[in-house]
């Protein structure tokens, strides 16, 4: 969603916004805008689109100055244009505003500003923000910036600077997120780390309702009572270098190509091989408490769900806990039953989908316990949860996720054997060693990628796709359904294989291409049949197998090759050819693979 940014400092401002915001643009976004401080007036210029086009606009635009901010805006309120992009300045020309979020009562807090004699020039709630906070400015930002917050309802993250006062920029958030990077007698501001590391590695998270001030000599932070308070420093280990495309044409690809060692970094230092043990040190679940465990609710959103509906076949039959798997976005609204002795697992790349923390939020209000597996150190989703599992993906740039579903995947096993483990059976030697070969059959399986390239050829100019799986893989299916579609525009359904014949199966004719996932051994021969009844319709069978290609001989049109690994592990093999294929076929149609249109990768809104 919305990307913000913001720097004060000694520098030129306008070329770090820029390259701030450009680090950001994967987040999505339809219009673009940044506000500079310079001889006490405010200098703001905005464009409708991608970021060229504001580069354009600002190339008419003589502009400098050591302060300011940036936005890129994905409309809420208001279509995306010019008019209704970020900064928002005030009527009376004193604050320039930036927000991500949504201000629910902000027609009723407009009605009233207008009263007032308070002008609106968009239809955004962000420029509601900006009335009410000049309304309150009487030379102190923060406490204006702090009263107006205290009248509005709903998600929001404000960065805000003013030409009255001091060179400072006052931030607050409550739900998306902000976290202020700290420089020497230099800060700098975003909404999301990844913009930061270029410049510095030490940050500070806002917690909710926090009100800061950054200013050249430092950063103050005020809580909800207005009580001054620390707010530590959180040194980050991510690499600037990888947020970077280093050499591949699209993130995309390139972070499918880290799988190998996103998925070893994720079990690394947390299995000894030699003792047969698994420590899971950040989850902060003691062996008591893992064996109090009564029911297990997985809550996430998108491909996270997908991980959670594999963990759910992991965590029952390696575990034998009772599992439900929800929607973040559902979850509240079944008036679930979590027990005391439940726990609720949100799993989610970025930490901060709001569907996801509202559903933790419901089930820590019925008495569960929370747990996250996350892949953004400090996030929200980790500050709110008792104990984490990190999936060590590194920062995940394209939209379209795949290095974090797979590493989500190794988290989820983990878990699922530390339960074993502390639960009983007792955990056998060769299910870690299975972990200890994933890598390499990960690397195998990207070996397959200019087949998959030919194979993209051959089928880009399809309208739809049928993906079929059945057991742990169906929710692979799902996973290979969804990526074609974000990618690729091309209308997808996954579906477990055996439902087939109680709908889908109408849908088959000679132009439906249905990839089918035939790899191990318990449902096999069900998959198969299950191909044999699509073939039958003159269906285009693509099999996707870790058999002998002979046994798809006059069933498949198509076979994709996969090394086997265990059953448990097998997912994580099965869905890289799935995203190869959804990355080909969309680059063939000339869609932009990074930043799908309509899509956010942080969803901070419910
Ligand atoms: C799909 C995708 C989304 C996310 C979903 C949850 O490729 O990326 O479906 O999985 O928005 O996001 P996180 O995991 O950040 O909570």
């Known amino acids: 969603m919305c990307g913000i940014v913001g720097y004060l400092g000694s520098k030129e401002v306008v070329p770090l916004l820029l390259d701030g915001l450009r680090r950001l643009e994967y987040r999505g976004y339809d219009s673009a805008g940044i506000t500079v401080l310079r001889n006490g007036s405010l200098e703001t210029v905005r464009a409708e689109g991608k970021l060229d086009q504001l580069v354009e606009k600002l190339a008419g635009h003589a502009i400098r100055g050591s302060y300011g901010l940036g936005h890129t805006r994905w409309a809420t309120h208001g279509a995306p244009s010019e008019q209704n992009a970020h900064p928002m300045v005030d009527s009376r020309q004193r604050v320039a505003v930036i927000h991500n979020g949504i201000i629910e009562n902000f027609l009723t807090l407009k009605e009233r500003l207008q009263a007032e004699g308070w002008s609106f020039t968009s239809e955004t709630d962000t420029e509601v923000a900006a009335n ?53 007698d230099e800060q700098f501001l975003a909404s999301d780390p990844a913009a930061l590391l270029a410049h510095t590695k030490d940050v500070v998270f806002l917690e909710n309702n926090d009100v800061g001030r950054l200013t050249p000599e430092g950063i103050e932070i005020w809580d909800a009572g207005g009580a001054r308070v620390e707010r530590p420093v959180t040194r980050l280990n991510w690499d600037p270098i990888q947020a970077e495309k280093g050499g591949y044409k699209h993130f995309m690809l390139k972070e499918i190509h880290e799988q190998p060692l996103a998925v070893q970094e994720t079990f690394a230092g947390r299995v000894d091989f030699e003792r047969g043990q698994i420590t899971l040190e950040e989850l902060n679940l003691s062996e008591a408490a893992g064996r109090a465990i009564e029911k297990i609710d997985i809550l996430a959103c998108g491909t996270s769900w997908h991980a959670g509906l594999v963990g759910k076949f992991l965590i029952q039959g390696l575990a034998r806990v009772p599992v439900e798997v929800d929607y973040g976005s559902e979850f509240r609204y079944r008036d679930p039953i979590v027990g005391p002795n439940d726990v609720a697992v949100g799993i989610s790349q970025s930490g901060e989908t709001a569907d996801t923390l509202s559903a933790l939020e419901a089930a820590a209000d019925r008495g569960a316990r929370l747990l996250s597996i996350c892949n953004a150190p400090g996030s929200q989703i980790v500050r709110m949860t008792d104990g984490v599992i990190y999936t060590h993906a590194g920062p995940e740039i394209g939209v379209a996720s795949t290095k974090a579903f797979t590493s989500q995947l190794v988290a989820l096993y983990l878990l699922a054997l530390y339960l074993r483990q502390i639960r009983g059976p007792a955990l056998e030697p060769e299910r870690l060693r299975a972990l200890a070969h994933l890598p390499a059959a990960v690397d195998e399986v990207l070996g397959l990628e200019q087949e998959l390239e030919q194979l993209a050829r051959r089928y880009s100019r399809a309208s739809d796709f049928l993906f079929l799986g059945r057991g742990i893989n169906y929710p692979i299916a799902l996973e290979g359904a969804l990526k074609l579609k974000e990618i690729s525009y091309i209308h997808a359904e996954g579906y477990p294989a055996g439902e087939m014949k109680h709908g889908p199966i109408a849908l088959i004719d000679e132009e439906l291409p249905i990839v089918a996932i035939a790899t191990g051994d318990r449902v096999y021969e069900k998959v198969r049949s299950n191909m044999q009844e699509a073939k039958a319709r003159g269906g285009i069978v693509i099999a996707l197998t870790d058999r002998d290609p002979q046994e798809f001989d006059g069933i498949a049109a198509e076979v994709i090759q996969v090394p086997r690994v265990c059953e448990e592990l097998q997912p994580i093999v099965n869905v890289v050819p799935l995203q190869l294929l959804a990355y080909y076929v969309g680059v063939r149609r000339g869609a932009d693979v990074d930043q799908p249109r309509n899509l956010a990768k942080s969803v901070t809104v419910e």
């Open 132 to 184: 009410l906070i000049s309304s309150y400015l009487d030379g102190d930002l923060k406490e204006a910036v702090a009263r107006a917050a205290g009248e509005l309802e709903g998600m929001y993250a404000l960065a805000v600077v003013s030409t009255v006062g001091e060179r400072e920029i006052v931030v607050t958030r409550h739900g998306p997120p902000l976290v202020i990077g700290v420089g020497e």
